[in-house]
């Protein structure tokens, strides 16, 4: 973001001159949101809330089936994805049908549900409290994996009258699904197979920039950040996307900053899509949230929010200490896929995590991914997806 805004400011200084800055076409989606990107497609769109028990409001998506199988009004079986940390549901759909994961899903007859973790573009409502209030961003990934997973697939289990689902979750939605699955019983029964893209339980290894925020205290953190949102997207956003990043010349170097975070895959990225990629992305997330990750890299452990003092810890969990999550008692059969240049999902922190996984069913390791490439790579349909919905075909037999 930093590397962005040096960028804008050129921008501003030198101008459009000598046609050194030429614009490229600006991709239609990047003035909607996502029910209009899953139409503009011509894809059916539902559109739903979710209220979960302490409040939140999570607008979430479903694609019934897909272009050609419409005919078959039966049940479907059913997928829902999960987004990753400063993301949302956008990322599913971000590019061409025969490259987006939600829409080859759908044409392949499944019933794709698109989720929102709270705090996010599209889920930034609270019957109790204000989005401007204090109280409503006090929460970070615990809360997703105990409030949102459950309301959402609870939701989605009534609405379409099946006990079981897929699970995909990126980043962030595998770390929520390890925990959910592996403290809710009841829940993990609902899934049918958890296929983690990118997974993120320790952070010990991490390589990213965002390492950076683990050098700030904890008593500074939310001094330097505020206590309500972090990164949430707004208009400066889609400046970058249209009006900076849209230019031939200045392309690689938006493409760079999301490397930097991310890791190193440049020639899998289809930069005719940075736009979209950066007109809804980073879509917001709680300081709380983020206060987190920066205590999982300092410590190297998958645990829970530290609220800054014995007392405070034991008034939220009756313990002086965070406890742990142990992703042993998850029985659910997983599937995963992590990359070779993932500087957020980084290897060692996955060959930690893999001998934990009690129902590994899969593992595949793609040495030349990013982070992002398990939802934008060009490659992904042949290097994923393609697998994914093999498996589940194989499963449904």
């Not at 000598?18 to 600006?26: A, D």
Request: hydrophobic residues 40%.
């Amino acid at each position: 973001m930093w590397l962005l805004l040096t960028v804008a400011s050129l921008i501003s200084a030198l101008g459009t001159t000598h046609g050194l800055f030429e614009k490229l076409p600006e991709s239609p989606e990047v003035a909607m949101n996502i029910s209009q990107m899953i139409t503009y497609w011509g894809y059916p769109n539902e559109e739903f809330e979710v209220v979960t028990e302490d409040g939140y409001i999570l607008e979430i998506n479903r694609i019934p089936h897909g272009k050609k199988n419409s005919e078959n009004r039966g049940q479907r079986p059913v997928v829902f994805l999960q987004h990753g940390l400063l993301a949302s549901a956008t990322n599913w759909i971000a590019n061409l049908p025969n490259n987006s994961l939600a829409f080859i899903l759908a044409d392949a007859g499944y019933d794709v549900w698109l989720g929102n973790s709270r705090g996010n573009t599209w889920a930034r409502r609270n019957i109790y409290y204000s989005p401007d209030s204090v109280e409503f961003w006090a929460f970070s990934f615990d809360e997703m994996a105990k409030y949102d997973l459950p309301a959402t697939i609870d939701f989605i289990v009534k609405k379409t009258g099946q006990e079981k689902l897929y699970y995909v979750g990126h980043s962030q939605g595998t770390t929520i699904g390890f925990i959910a699955f592996s403290t809710n019983p009841e829940l993990a029964k609902r899934i049918k197979t958890f296929y983690a893209l990118a997974p993120v339980a320790t952070v010990k290894y991490i390589k990213s920039l965002l390492k950076e925020l683990e050098l700030i205290p904890s008593y500074l953190f939310k001094i330097i950040f505020g206590d309500k949102m972090f990164l949430p997207h707004n208009y400066f956003d889609e400046f970058l996307a249209t009006a900076v990043c849209s230019r031939e010349t200045l392309n690689r170097v938006c493409s760079n900053a999301l490397f930097i975070i991310c890791g190193f895959d440049t020639k899998n990225l289809n930069t005719s899509r940075l736009d979209v990629y950066l007109s809804h992305n980073p879509a917001g997330t709680s300081v709380q949230n983020m206060l987190h990750w920066t205590q999982a890299v300092r410590s190297g452990k998958f645990q829970a929010f530290n609220w800054g003092s014995p007392t405070q810890n034991v008034i939220h969990y009756n313990q002086p200490t965070p406890p742990y999550y142990n992703v042993t008692d998850m029985h659910v059969p997983i599937a995963v896929w992590n990359g070779g240049n993932d500087f957020l999902a980084d290897p060692q922190d996955v060959d930690m995590l893999l001998p934990q996984l009690p129902n590994l069913i899969y593992h595949k390791m793609i040495p030349p991914y990013n982070h992002l490439d398990f939802i934008w790579a060009m490659n992904a349909p042949q290097e994923v997806y393609n697998e994914i919905v093999s498996m589940m075909a194989e499963d449904k037999k």
